[in-house]
């Protein structure tokens, strides 16, 4: 699965991991994406989003029932 939110679009950031002796490599930062059920358009669809997203109700949830 692609590491992009579908609502915000955030994707992945880059750094360097530093060990105790501060030898850097690259690594990357992925934001936590779930995938869930939600509605758009009044139809229910399977996203993925970010926490970020969902804990700020930017995206309706649909429950099933």
Known sequence: ???VCDVCGKGPGFGMSVSHS?????RR????I?????IVNGTPRHLNVCTKCIKSN???RNTGR
């Open 34 to 38: 779930q995938r869930v059920r939600a």
């Open 1 to 3: 699965m692609a590491a």
């Open 22 to 26: 501060h030898r850097r490599n690259k």
């Open 29 to 32: 930062f992925n934001p936590n």
């Open 58 to 60: 930017r995206v309706v």
